[in-house]
């Protein structure tokens, strides 16, 4: 799975349609042709973490996160911003978390929850 399969994803369960949810590719291991999961002597990816914080001002972001363990390397663990996006509900960021995990990890089939993401979406839209 590469970061751009999950753009595809994000865009097809409309997780994108609040204010924003995409990407950061300003970081090597997070470019639309990087994988999602690596493992080699300098980037092993550990796990991959999506949470939801309250914003200080207005507004939920998502942010997911590449969790890396470089201890073959002898460095310490390194934490990789990979998305973020920006909510108005906490519903609607929490419910993007739990779509998003389920995608990543591959608990899912990705058109049902892609189906699911849809409907939620219309049910709570602005």
Known sequence: MLWADVNAF?????????????????????????PVWSDNATHNTKWIEVSWVKARGKGFYVHVRKIINNHRGGKPTEYVLAMVGKYWSPVRAAFACDLLTRFIYGIDDPAVLAAIGRQHYAEHKG
């Open 10 to 34: 994000v865009r097809a369960a409309q997780l994108d349609m609040d204010e924003c949810l995409e990407v950061d590719q300003g970081h090597p291991l997070t470019q639309q042709r990087a």
